[in-house]
């Protein structure tokens, strides 16, 4: 079960409660609704010497998706779980947008000028704004979560494989074996190595197995440097035959696997550039940092009988991974990054002409886009994000709501929220 973040009267973190717990406090004033997402209640009475467990964070970053788990390391418990996306796209197509706008305005407006292509330079330590903003996303939530809960560590998957232990794979011996640490290790430097696709059909998205170029039945060995991948179609049909004769019709297939298989993977390879930035980051937080390797979570996901999803993955991040975890009951808090709307007061169409020009106010009737709102109208009760309108008809989910029947949960804050059961958007669990 989720559970319910509790905070002091000096708003310092205590220990999370069952929702239970958090009713009985709140039905009997000894606390109140301190914040709705993540769902948090602050205690009227001072409590003397708290004793707080100390929890892990636990962060799986994706490109699009991060999965956030807080795990109490002695228990094995699950307190809190969370799937944050990101926006990625939406910014570097907003400000593709803004460059076009700013180029056609200076071809119709500004006298000539020599290009000045040479005078610009780029801040150190620049990275491209949408990956600085997956980094800001997941950094903001390891800090929002730090202050409800008692969180005195944090783990994150670093890097794809982990290179120490294979210990340079191709020259060594390291064998594969499935079902083994070294062999998930194997099994992600391989995908890394064929670039996740069929080294003979190259098909991408489907599900790939390992495959042998010299076949195991005659005598080839379980070595990194005799390894591919295969779609099962193509898998079946080469069987245990040698790969020049699979391959009699496709020379040049043959001679491009045979020279990729020789070549060993270069270590940058294992660390991507957005996940290292993150970890230096979180680094200077000052909480200890565990790093694990993509190979390990995956280990740790199969060995302890879980679903794929992101925040069991971040659930089973490194080598802390409890040897139980308890994660019945959990429901994800499904966090989507909107950013804090546009400063852009004229409103354009598709060719950049403008269509109308916006209200200089960004609020009406109190609400303003992006507030998480609740609404008991004649035709049903909503929840969700409204996006407000210069007259008492906002827009809540697919619906025209008026913000008569509104009230409002929590304020707009850069991002949106729902609890996702099997595809389906429900009211949060602490209506
Ligand atoms: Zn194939």
């Avoid at 962060?59 to 699950?78: C, F, K, M, Y």
């Avoid at 993509?294 to 679903?307: A, D, M, Q, V």
Wanted: charged letters at 30%; glycine letters at 6%.
């Amino acid at each position: 079960m989720s559970k319910v973040f509790v905070v002091d009267t000096n708003s310092q973190p205590l220990d999370p409660v069952h929702p239970a717990r958090a009713r009985i406090l709140l039905h009997g004033g000894k606390a109140s609704v301190f914040r709705m997402y993540p769902f948090t209640i602050i205690l009227k009475t001072e409590v003397l010497e708290p004793e707080v467990q100390p929890l892990r964070i636990k962060l799986d970053p994706g490109s699009r998706t991060t999965g956030i788990a807080l795990v109490n390391d002695t228990s094995g418990e699950v307190v809190f779980a969370a799937e944050l996306d990101h926006r990625g796209q939406t910014v570097k197509a907003s400000l593709d947008d803004r460059r076009a706008v700013r180029r056609s305005r200076r071809q119709r407006k500004t006298r000539y000028r020599k290009a000045r292509w040479q005078n610009r330079t780029r801040a150190k330590g620049w990275f491209p704004p949408s990956l600085e903003s997956r980094l800001a996303n997941v950094l903001t939530w390891v800090n929002r979560l730090s202050r409800y809960a008692p969180i005195s560590a944090i783990s994150m998957e670093l890097v794809r494989f982990d290179m120490q232990l294979m210990e340079n794979p191709e020259v060594s011996g390291v064998e594969y074996q499935q079902g083994s640490l070294a062999g998930y290790e194997i099994r992600e430097y391989v995908l890394e190595k064929w670039q996740r696709a069929c080294a003979y059909c190259e098909a991408k998205d489907v599900p790939l197995q390992i495959e042998h170029i010299h076949p195991r039945a005659k005598g080839g060995t379980n070595r990194v440097s005799n390894l591919c991948l295969a779609c099962e179609k193509c898998n079946t049909a080469k069987g245990t035959q040698d790969i020049a004769v699979f391959l009699k019709k496709k020379p040049e297939v043959l001679k491009k696997i045979q020279a990729q298989a020789k070549k060993p993977l270069k270590d940058a390879a294992a660390v991507n550039s957005t996940r290292w930035k993150l970890f230096e980051r979180l680094k200077a937080t000052g909480l200890p940092v565990e790093c694990g390797s993509g190979g390990l979570t995956k280990y740790n996901r199969t060995t302890r009988n879980l679903p794929k999803t992101h925040w069991l993955d971040a659930a089973n991040v490194g080598t802390s991974a409890p040897v139980v975890l308890i994660t019945k009951g959990i429901k994800p808090l499904k966090i989507k990054a909107t950013g804090h709307g546009r400063r852009k007061m004229c409103v354009t169409d598709a060719y950049g002409f403008p269509k109308h020009h916006k209200e200089r106010k960004s609020s009406y009737m109190g609400y303003r886009t992006g507030d998480m709102v609740k609404a008991i109208t004649p035709k049903g009760t909503y929840w969700g994000r409204i996006a407000i309108r210069h007259r008492p008809s906002f827009r809540l989910g697919k619906t025209d709501v008026h913000p008569k029947y509104m009230r409002r949960l929590h304020r707009a804050d850069g991002y949106e929220y729902t609890y996702e059961t099997k595809g389906v958007r429900d009211a949060p669990p602490h209506g």
